[in-house]
């Protein structure tokens, strides 16, 4: 009965949302295996917004509680900040930044600090709000990145136009500058990048919100696990086709 009841109370909204920005990431990411497609950069885009707004999702679906469950979740954002640095390293070719999921963590952090106003979230958020302004060229996505998934939280159940202002955070965290300079030049691969993280927050909430029937495959705790994977499995594919 407790498991029938469990599978009753997942979301297949949600669950296709984090499949498809895995999709998005990895499409974004083959432009590091030897193939010139640029192109790729714009689906790209959608896939931070979307692990954002995922995170958002189940923080307002699961309210800070009493027991542990924060700890692990954040717990395991840590874990996997750690081990997806190598393979990060490995795969993308002289980094500025570490890889995303710190960026998550601190974004985490920021989020639960308004969510549940405690003391000790309080401190964190603002701990983790002072390593993204102090740090900012190392966290990628920059300090708009991490105060996304605070955004997204604030935005999730109010009405759609609500959206468009994260979608000004979106742009803000992918060097809207260098975006805004290539729109002048006339490249069409910016300006669809530019609509594409305008649009970002909005369409992935229409999704939740009108995907509800879906049944995607569930994405638990083991996919974490698909992040550094996914570099290793990319980086043999550059050596097999060098």
């Not at 999709?23 to 432009?31: E, I, P, S, T, W």
Request: hydrophobic share 60%; proline share 6%.
């Amino acid at each position: 009965m407790h498991a029938t009841m469990h599978l009753k109370q997942r979301d297949g909204a949600l669950d296709l949302l984090k499949w498809l920005a895995l999709l998005c990431m990895v499409l974004d990411h083959l432009r590091y295996v030897g193939f010139s497609i640029d192109l790729l950069y714009v689906p790209g885009r959608l896939a931070f917004p979307w692990f954002c707004l995922a995170m958002a999702a189940n923080l307002a679906r699961k309210p800070a509680v009493v027991n542990g469950g924060q700890w692990r979740y954040l717990g395991w954002l840590l874990l996997f900040s750690a081990v997806s640095e190598i393979p990060y390293r490995m795969f993308i070719p002289n980094p500025d930044t570490f890889n995303v999921l710190p960026t998550l963590t601190l974004g985490l952090l920021v989020a639960r600090g308004w969510q549940q106003p405690s003391l000790q979230s309080c401190l964190l958020a603002v701990g983790a709000l002072l390593l993204a302004a102090f740090f900012s060229q190392r966290v990628m996505f920059g300090f708009f990145g991490v105060l996304l998934p605070l955004v997204l939280l604030w935005v999730i159940h109010r009405p759609w136009y609500f959206a468009l202002m994260a979608g000004l955070i979106c742009l803000a965290c992918n060097q809207w500058q260098v975006l805004y300079f290539s729109v002048r030049l006339g490249n069409g691969v910016a300006m669809a990048a530019v609509a594409t993280c305008l649009i970002a927050p909005w369409l992935g909430l229409f999704l939740l919100r009108h995907a509800k029937n879906v049944k995607a495959p569930p994405m638990r705790r083991w996919a974490y696990a698909l992040y550094p994977v996914h570099f290793l499995l990319l980086l043999a594919l550059r050596q097999a086709i060098a």
